[in-house]
């Protein structure tokens, strides 16, 4: 099996090279880029599995290049930034980051970060060839449809564009329709990880997601907050 494929958007040199070499001895197929443009050439050349993208780059906002991106496939965008206040974390989550690392930070942890990501795979699967199958995968919740085997999300019949980890959040608590979930149990189910300082990256998906499904017209069922808990899906 080929290895997964890794691109390195960082101008700083000392910084670019440290992620390449941590990553390349991870396993993984590495290439790089210093700026906004080379980053979209490449993309266009052959995409990767994953982007690590700087948010401070020479020539582009490291957000708007990752709207870029996101606008011409779905893989994983993981930021890296030196500005980890909240206005920055949710800017970029809204322009489709599938999450963040603050500069600076542990080699180990960012290998670990990207392992997590890549257990899921890039693309939707292939449809079952059997109706009966085909219809289970689908979870009707009044004027919501969730799809998990075309990973696609309707509202009164009508797609709404959502990313990958908004589709994992949502498929969450439609497969529990009630149940309240805690935070950290979607860090463990979406994110695969355990580290508290990622809640902040719920927090800001579920804001995404929700706004999304109210644009859509989606009135029910809704997306509801159980304060200092976490989140459930109620008609």
Request: glycine content about 6%.
């Given at each position: 099996m080929p290895a997964q494929s890794v691109l390195v958007v960082e101008d700083t040199d000392e910084i670019r090279e440290l992620v390449t070499t941590v990553l390349r001895r991870a396993g993984f197929d590495v290439r790089e880029a210093a700026s906004g443009a080379a980053c979209l050439d490449e993309?266009?050349?052959?995409?990767?599995?994953?982007?690590?993208l700087d948010l401070g780059?020479?020539?582009?906002?490291?957000?708007?290049?990752?709207?870029?991106?996101?606008?011409?496939?779905?893989?994983?965008?993981?930021?890296?930034?030196a500005r980890a206040e909240e206005v920055d974390l949710l800017i970029g989550l809204a322009v489709g980051a599938d999450g963040y690392?603050?500069?600076?930070?542990?080699?180990?942890?960012?290998?670990a970060r990207v392992q997590a990501m890549l257990r899921f795979p890039r693309t939707p699967?292939?449809?079952v060839e059997s109706t009966a199958a085909a219809?289970?995968?689908?979870?009707?919740?009044?004027?919501?449809?969730?799809?998990?085997?075309?990973?696609?999300?309707?509202?009164?019949?009508?797609v709404v564009d959502l990313t990958r980890?908004?589709?994992?959040?949502?498929?969450?608590?439609?497969?529990?329709?009630?149940?309240?979930?805690?935070?950290?149990?979607?860090?463990?189910?979406v994110w695969q990880t355990d580290w508290?300082?990622?809640?902040?990256?719920?927090?800001?998906?579920?804001?995404n997601l929700r706004r999304k499904l109210v644009a859509a017209g989606l009135n029910s069922p809704e997306i509801r907050t159980v304060?200092?808990?976490?989140?459930?899906l109620v008609a």
């Open positions: 993309v266009r050349r052959d995409t990767p599995d994953l982007i690590v780059l020479p020539d582009a906002d490291g957000t708007e290049v990752c709207r870029q991106i996101r606008a011409e496939t779905q893989c994983y965008v993981l930021m890296l930034t690392m603050a500069k600076p930070f542990s080699p180990r942890e960012l290998v699967p292939a449809p219809e289970e995968s689908v979870r009707r919740l009044a004027e919501l449809e969730v799809d998990e085997e075309t990973r696609e999300v309707r509202v009164d019949g009508s980890t908004e589709f994992d959040l949502l498929a969450a608590l439609a497969s529990r329709p009630g149940r309240v979930l805690q935070r950290e149990t979607l860090l463990r189910e508290e300082g990622n809640l902040r990256l719920v927090e800001a998906h579920m804001s304060r200092g808990v976490g989140y459930r």
